[in-house]
Nanobody
Framework: VQLVESGGGLVQTGGSLRLSCVASGRTLTSYVMGWFRQAPGKEREFVAGINWVGDSTSYRDSVKGRFTISRDNTKLTVYLQMASLKPEDTAVYYC????????????????????WGKGTLVTVSP
């Protein structure tokens, strides 16, 4: 499975961006999908996760109410809609996939995802 992220860029504080992650190589049936991010000098952290059906989601506390994860299985695409962006959201954002149904476990540090994209940079200026 290959995951390719897009949609990153430079945005001012308070602005919005939508990230996309397109999968190829196989279907993502029964895969949970997640967005993670890594800021300069920091560990990679969980941002949001979604189950296969798309009816269950989870978020880290700092993005709740501002970010929305969704997926379109017909297009093999996962999205992360980001609003009210803050400078502390600046990071490389990664898409990841794991076979299974546990989206809560994805938030645990060191949780092993099966596939990762190469990331897209989001920079939020003050």
């Amino acid at each position: 499975v290959q995951l390719v992220e897009s949609g990153g860029g430079l945005v001012q504080t308070g602005g919005s961006l939508r990230l996309s992650c397109v999968a190829s190589g196989r279907t993502l049936t029964s895969y949970v999908m997640g967005w993670f991010r890594q800021a300069p000098g920091k560990e990679r952290e969980f941002v949001a996760g979604i189950n296969w059906v798309g009816d269950s989601t989870s978020y880290r506390d700092s993005v709740k109410g501002r970010f929305t994860i969704s997926r379109d299985n017909t297009k093999l695409t996962v999205y992360l809609q980001m609003a009210s962006l803050k400078p502390e959201d600046t990071a490389v954002y990664y898409c990841a996939a794991k076979r299974g149904s546990d989206i809560v476990a994805m938030s645990l540090p060191g949780y092993g995802m099966d596939y990762w994209g190469k990331g897209t940079l989001v920079t939020v200026s003050p």
